[in-house]
Structures are given as C-alpha cells and as structure tokens.
C-alpha cells in the first residue's frame, strides 16, 4: 500500500497558479508540471506542514492537496509532477486569528521567563483582534502596530537568544494549532 502524501499550498488572493500562470486553480482538479522537476524552479510544490507552506505563501488562499507522480523532497516542502487539489479556502482571517495566537503566546512566555513586557504588544494585539471583528480601523491598527514595532525593537536585542530557543520549541505546536484552524475551513 502507498501512502497518500498530503500537504498544504498556499495561493495568491486571485487563486492563480504563480510564475505568470492565468490558470484559476479550483477543488477537485490536478495541476501538471512539464518538464525536468527543479525545486523552487519546476513542479507542483506543497508542505507537509501548514506552519511551513506558509513560509512560502504569495497570499491567504489555501489549499489541501495530495501531491502525485514523481516527487522531490526537501526539509521544508516537496516539488511533484502533479498536484491534486482536494480543497481550497480564503484563510486570510484564520491567519490574523492565527498571528495574534502566536503573538499573545510569545508574550505569555517572556512574561514566564521574568521578560516586562511592554503594554504596547499587549494593546496592538487587541488592537488587531477589534480591527477582525471591525471595531477598530485601519488607522487605530497602524498605529498599533507601529507602536508594538517600537517596544519590540528595543526589547528585541537583550532577548534575542531567549526567543530564538523559545520559537524553536513552539514550532510544532504553533504548527498543530495552524492546521487545526485550517482544517476547520474545508467544506
């Protein structure tokens, strides 16, 4: 019996195959590369992992698929022949829900390790959450933002080698809750 190699792919938001394409890609189809497969180059690629599809993500569009025929892999992602799409959403408001998970999560860990966290985070962070519900505009959102950058520039230097170990550890589960929000967009 052969395994079913599944993954993630991520779509610009008008849902067309990259590198010039005007192909629309649609559920229940499967794409074809010609020619020699060349990672990053040539071939259907997707991700095992959604937390590392969307490392490569031209937009919120994403995808279930299963990728088939022949097939490079790399660490991160593989590159096939063919590539079957089972399933296709726009996930742009699961990736904000997802960024502020991450963000509060990170924040919670600095506060665990003794780090004083700068009130500016914690607001941008609720900031992002009413502007996803429209309770906050576009303008309360930058300065937010912009107000977070500057607190988590000046932290960023004396904690630099602390949250490098700490991403590192959160991966995997980071990558669990993706998914799961993911999962909760097929049909």
Known sequence: ???RW????????DRRLRWGSREVVEAGQTYRAEGPLVMCRNGMHASRRALD????????????VEL???RLD????????ERSVLWIADAATVLHEFA??????????????????????????ETK?????????DAE??????????????????ESAAWSAARSAAWSAQNVMLEAMLESLAP
Do not use: Q
């Open 53 to 64: 599809a969307l490392l490569y993500a031209p937009g919120p569009i994403v995808s279930r």
């Open 141 to 158: 959102l930058h300065a937010a933002r912009s107000a977070a950058w500057s607190a988590w520039s000046a932290a960023r230097s004396a």
């Open 68 to 70: 088939l025929g022949e």
């Open 6 to 13: 599944l993954g993630w792919h991520f779509l610009p938001a």
């Open 74 to 81: 790399a660490s991160d992602k593989s590159c096939s022949r």
């Open 129 to 137: 959450r009413r502007w996803l519900r429209g309770a906050a505009t």
């Open 1 to 3: 019996m052969i395994d």
């Open 100 to 125: 502020c998970a991450v963000a509060t999560d990170a924040l919670h860990l600095a506060e665990a390790r003794g780090a004083r966290v700068d009130p500016r985070s914690w607001a941008a962070i």
